[in-house]
């Protein structure tokens, strides 16, 4: 199990350093990427997470709630592409708002859950790396669910706000994928240092 | 215009600021909660640990009291008896007495043998528990104190963990003990039961019994009680004034 989830997050990993090299490419030749952003950030990644938070959960009443809840994002991300946001238009923030703030609910749930209720005490927190990557998820995503959430009102900014925000947006996604790819070297750190398992 | 933009950016800047720095308190106090509930746990733990090694080390110290008590009154009543019997025997010139007096000698060194082998520190590790049981039951019978008797059903009884037979065994001891000291029963009788890893036992007197409420409150109750919760075990006493006493002992164990 702990090796599927590690799979998982080196592919997440893989995942977004593929879209966001072939994103890059697009703008150096100097084609529009928003298409490719909607698809695979906006609605790719925040599946995968998604799918990551049920992988973690471990009452299958949540289990199946986190299940609904992604029927529901992939229906409104379709009704929002057809009657809203045309995704190789426009970024769809109406789907990421909803995405970001389901990963921030199930991610606030989990912490709790996972960490102060079903684990055992044995282990320190800090030493599992399902932590790390639940804290980076859901530090990124709270901070992404303001930054996305509030472009309709940033659009009309002039470039240099917008260049902030767009800065202070990456050096969290950076956070966070470095956080994902080095969580698995947690255990260590912090378990050595409390004299290992 | 543009200060209305700048305000529009400082507070989308300012509320994701906001909203970042409660998720890391969240996280932050979520990993403080947790370590010192772990710091709680070890604690606890440490404390369950020193009980359980201080009840091992009492049921061994109360053991080797109760085998030298024993020994003592077997050198002092049994032994010494017979050897001051073996003298009165060979101090008579009679041929025939020569012979009596060896039986009586070899009667002794038999004696003798027991009870080195129940002194012996190893004893209490090697010996089965079914055969402590009827051993122990041999001695009161022996005594002449009552009458005894013991079933057994089920597998027979071989304990991994010898920490928890030393304490069924002081357990044992001390209900027998508690029988012959304040019951004055006519029969007492011992039924086990081992279903694997799970054993039954039921120490069964029908002597004067007491009265519950009264005597539940005891150290004596209260010590048997923690010995067997130590050991992971349940203890149940019932005993009705002037019918006896029955004391049934649940434990698992690995086989």
Redesign the interface.
């Known amino acids: 199990m702990q090796g599927k989830a590690h799979l998982f997050i080196f592919f997440i990993v893989l995942y977004a350093f593929s879209f966001e090299l072939y994103a890059y490419f697009l703008v150096e030749q100097g084609y529009k990427n928003v298409l490719i952003y909607n698809l695979f950030f906006v609605f790719g990644e925040t599946l995968l997470i998604l799918f990551y938070i049920k992988f973690l959960v471990e009452t299958e009443k949540t289990k199946r709630i986190i299940l609904y809840f992604i029927i529901l994002f992939s229906l409104w991300a379709v009704i929002n592409s057809i009657y809203f946001q045309s995704p190789d238009i426009l970024f769809q923030h109406y789907t990421h708002l909803l995405g970001s703030l389901g990963v921030v609910v199930f991610s606030c749930t989990l912490m709790y859950r996972i960490f102060m209720v079903d684990r055992a005490d044995e282990i320190p927190l800090l030493g599992i790396p399902h932590f790390w990557n639940i804290a980076a998820i859901l530090l990124f995503y709270s901070g992404s669910f303001i930054y996305f959430g509030s472009l309709n009102i940033t659009w009309a900014l002039d470039s240099y706000y917008l260049t902030i925000l767009a800065s202070l947006n990456r050096v969290f996604a950076a956070s966070l994928y470095l956080l994902l790819g080095f969580s698995y070297y947690s255990p260590l750190i912090f378990l050595q240092k409390s004299g290992g398992r | 215009m543009?200060e209305d933009?700048?305000l529009?950016?400082f507070l989308?800047?300012l509320?994701?600021i906001i909203?970042?720095v409660?998720?890391?308190v969240?996280?932050i106090a979520?990993?403080i909660?947790?370590?010192q509930?772990?710091i709680r746990?070890r604690h606890k733990i440490q404390i369950i640990k020193a009980d359980f090694r201080n009840t091992i080390l009492n049921a061994e110290k109360e053991i080797r009291e109760q085998t030298l008590l024993y020994v003592s009154q077997e050198l002092h009543d049994n032994i010494g008896q017979l050897l001051s019997l073996a003298k009165l025997v060979l101090n008579n010139p009679d041929p025939a007495a020569v012979f009596e007096g060896k039986k009586l000698i070899n009667q002794i060194i038999k004696e003798v043998r027991s009870l080195s082998r129940s002194i012996n520190k190893d004893y209490i590790n090697e010996v089965k528990f079914e055969d402590f049981l009827q051993e122990e039951l041999a001695k009161v019978q022996k005594s002449g104190f009552c009458e005894v008797s013991f079933e057994k059903e089920g597998l027979p009884v071989s304990f991994v963990e010898g920490d928890k037979k030393l304490v069924l065994i002081r357990m044992v001891q001390e209900c027998l003990n508690n029988a012959i000291k304040h019951a004055s029963p006519s029969l007492i009788s011992i039924k086990l039961r081992n279903l694997g890893n799970k054993l039954f036992l039921c120490i069964e007197d029908n002597g004067e019994g007491f009265d519950m409420p009264t005597v539940s409150q005891g150290l004596g109750l209260r010590n048997m009680h923690s010995r067997i919760e130590a050991i992971g075990g349940n203890l149940e006493i019932d005993s009705v004034v002037g019918q006896g006493t029955r004391i049934k002992i649940e434990l698992e164990h690995e086989e």
């Open positions: 543009e933009n700048s529009q950016t989308a800047i509320t994701g909203i970042m409660i998720m890391a969240f996280i979520i990993v909660v947790h370590r509930r772990q746990n």
